[in-house]
T-cell receptor, first 113, second 112 residues
Framework: AQRVTQPEKLLSVFKGAPVELKCNYS??????LFWYVQYSRQRLQLLLR??SRESIKGFTADLNKGETSFHLKKPFAQEEDSAMYYC???????????????FGKGITLSVRP | DGGITQSPKYLFRKEGQNVTLSCEQN?????MYWYRQDPGQGLRLIYY???????QKGDIAEGYSVSREKKESFPLTVTSAQKNPTAFYLC???????????FGDGTRLSIL
């Protein structure tokens, strides 16, 4: 069974400070990892996925298979980054049941001015 | 961003009553999902459907039922058997395994 762990519930930083949101996973195969973000009063939306290897809104995340981690990082936080962030995992093959996402419990990022 | 519409936005249920949450998508996506979002719990999968007339239980299906009679619609019924129905319910859809899931705005269900 797959599992996603986000060890912290809340991270509060000042504007301009670096941010790292931790995500660890448990899965025996090769997973696909995602970060979703939910801003206040908005719908849950995809922030980035590991197979894209791109930076979105200054955020990056690298899949570390050795440490089974997919931490989200940003060098300089902005106030508009304040939101709820979820890490999610999808199993490697799309064969019916494997298309479902397993989410972590989420972390609230608060960026103070 | 349109595509997935959930209604109503807020819903109230009396004790012992069944209620149905609507989820409609015009993205021509094959797969649809229902999640429950609780503070400190993250999103937990209730039911999902890969194709029309087929659906599978997720991790917390007890007290819920679904149907998938049309590709664009995946309604969720919260039955009286669900003892703790107060939550935020999210619907999502997916075209294929290479794409991420798209989410609706959600429905907040409360008990009167």
């Amino acid at each position: 069974a797959q599992r996603v762990t986000q060890p912290e519930k809340l991270l509060s930083v000042f504007k301009g400070a670096p941010v790292e949101l931790k995500c660890n996973y448990s899965y025996s195969g090769s997973p696909e990892l995602f970060w979703y973000v939910q801003y206040s009063r908005q719908r849950l939306q995809l922030l980035l996925r590991h197979i894209s290897r791109e930076s979105i809104k200054g955020f990056t995340a690298d899949l570390n298979k050795g440490e089974t981690s997919f931490h989200l990082k940003k060098p300089f936080a902005q106030e508009e980054d304040s939101a709820m962030y979820y890490c999610a995992l999808r199993a490697e093959t799309f064969t019916g049941a494997n298309s479902k996402l397993t989410f972590g419990k989420g972390i609230t990022l608060s960026v103070r001015p | 961003d349109g595509g997935i519409t959930q209604s109503p936005k807020y819903l109230f249920r009396k004790e012992g009553q069944n209620v149905t949450l609507s989820c409609e998508q015009n993205l021509n996506h094959d797969a649809m999902y229902w999640y429950r979002q609780d503070p400190g719990q993250g999103l937990r999968l209730i039911y999902y459907s890969q194709i029309v007339n087929d659906f599978q239980k997720g991790d917390i299906a007890e007290g819920y039922s679904v149907s998938r009679e049309k590709k664009e619609s995946f309604p969720l019924t919260v039955t009286s058997a669900q003892k703790n129905p107060t939550a935020f319910y999210l619907c999502a859809s997916l075209q294929n395994s290479n794409q991420p899931q798209h989410f609706g705005d959600g429905t907040r269900l409360s008990i009167l």
